[in-house]
């Protein structure tokens, strides 16, 4: 009989050691299954976050690059003693004669249509046909000017500047327009000029500034309206210009002063819409490139060309225009009809020519800009009739002024600089001058950390844990 071995019963400890180790391994396929399900689920994720966040940047630098500055009040009270005092042209407009009446009222036609007064408003075709035998209106040849005497000592009666006495002489300085003649004061384009020019005043109210009296009978003529323009010293014309026949023209201005800071610079020309001082070419001032555009603008409206004065010629660009100019032929008093139905003013300094017909609205934009440092002299007139004062009978008084003692002053800021487009935060302004409006907007920064919950350090701490040298080590 043999002897049978024993085997000793499997504890139930064992047992709990197996199926323990089967349920492990069984929750460690789950986990990896969950695991690997997660990562193919996060993939679109974060294809879709990483899209989102391109889109939402691309957003972020347009307002970068097209909505960037502000233009804000910097001074509420800037004293007048800071700005130049504004240059001054006085211009004879309408003239009466009973040895020429014919040709002063030609002469008051011309002036009526190229400086579109009120009179210009009910001219009609007649009145263009009743001076067929002048075929040019080159007024200097007529012999107004040197019947009128035009020099300062008899076309004017008396000067004052900040209340005092001055030779009018040593104030104004002769100049001539497209076919005008013309007074300036404190014009440093002004041929002959005062090398002191331009002059500031220290006060407002009448009297304050300048003050004339001029001759209403001169030699042959009389003169019957006078236009008088306030404008930048650095500038040829103003922004607009009074016309009256009154014996008093009184001028309140009211100036406005606007600078910018040199990051403003860091934009595009066309974008921020001003130059620098040291950014100008030559001859391409704001009131000449608006005389280069109002003359290309006749010359393909009414097919003639015009003398441009010595002061806004034709540059080396406009070579072309120019030789195609001179073989035009020279406006004539024929072409004042076709001037007047574009209703168009040789010297006016608007930087947008209206060509509103049939109720549709155009426009032709110059695009002349200013100086991004620059003074806008804004002026409201009225006018006296003095002629119940029999000193006052046969002068016409002109007062210029500034209306109050302070201004506002202006300045150009860049808000939205490429650090706050990189940041975490940007601010958002428009474009608009006045009324800017600051929406906040998040930047690239933010709209990573926003949508995809991204970070620099976190992208750096991302990057080290590749490297086993750098892995934090599991202490599990």
């Not at 407002?204 to 001029?214: A, D, F, P, Y």
């Amino acid at each position: 009989m043999s002897a049978t071995a024993w085997k000793p019963e499997p504890s139930s400890e064992d047992n709990d050691d197996d199926h323990k180790e089967s349920k492990k391994k069984q929750k460690k396929d789950e986990a990896s299954g969950w695991a690997s399900t997660r990562r193919s689920a996060k993939i679109p994720l974060k294809i879709m976050a990483a899209l989102a966040t391109v889109y939402v940047s691309i957003l972020s630098s347009e307002r970068y690059f097209y909505y960037w500055v502000q233009t804000s009040i910097e001074r509420t009270d800037m004293h007048v003693s800071e700005i130049d005092f504004p240059a001054v042209t006085i211009i004879p407009i309408h003239l009466s004669s009973l040895n020429f009446e014919k040709l002063s009222k030609a002469y008051n036609l011309v002036q009526s249509v190229v400086w579109q007064t009120p009179m210009s408003a009910r001219l009609t075709d007649e009145n263009f046909t009743e001076f067929s035998e002048l075929d040019n209106w080159n007024m200097q040849s007529w012999g107004i000017y040197q019947a009128l005497q035009m020099n300062c000592q008899h076309f004017f009666t008396e000067c004052q500047w900040r209340r005092k006495a001055m030779n009018c002489c040593d104030l104004f300085r002769p100049t001539k327009t497209f076919n005008g003649f013309a007074f300036e004061f404190n014009s440093l384009v002004s041929s002959g000029r005062d090398e002191t020019w331009p002059w500031s005043v220290a006060a407002c109210g009448s009297n304050s500034g300048l003050n004339v009296k001029i001759k209403r009978y001169q030699g042959l003529y009389t003169l019957n309206t006078m236009g008088v323009i306030v404008h930048e010293p650095t500038q040829l014309l103003g922004m607009s210009i009074d016309y009256s026949s009154e014996d008093r023209i009184v001028v309140p201005v009211e100036p406005l002063r606007f600078t910018a800071e040199l990051d403003v610079r860091a934009r595009p020309v066309q974008m921020r819409r001003c130059y620098f001082e040291n950014e100008i070419p030559d001859g391409k001032s704001r009131s000449e490139c608006i005389y280069k555009c109002h003359f290309n603008y006749i010359i393909s409206k009414c097919n003639c060309s015009l003398e441009l004065p010595v002061k806004a010629t034709q540059d080396e660009e406009n070579t072309a225009d120019a030789k195609e100019s001179n073989g035009r032929r020279i406006c004539g008093m024929k072409d004042l009809g076709c001037f007047n139905q574009h209703r168009f003013s040789l010297f006016s300094m608007s930087n947008i020519i209206e060509e509103s017909r049939d109720n549709v609205f155009s426009t032709v934009d110059c695009g002349c800009f200013p100086q991004c440092g620059h003074t806008q002299y804004h002026t409201s007139t009225y006018t006296e009739k003095l002629s119940t004062h029999t000193t006052h009978a046969a002068e016409i008084e002109i007062d210029v002024y500034f209306q109050e003692e302070t201004l506002f002053s202006y300045r150009s800021m860049l808000r939205f600089t490429l650090i706050d487009l990189m940041g975490e935060f940007g601010i958002n302004h428009s474009c608009d001058e006045m009324y800017p409006s600051p929406p906040l907007a998040v930047s690239y920064g933010g709209i990573a950390g926003l949508i995809m919950g991204m970070s620099v350090l976190g992208c750096i701490n991302s990057c080290l844990d590749r490297f086993a040298c750098c892995r934090v080590p599991d202490r599990s």
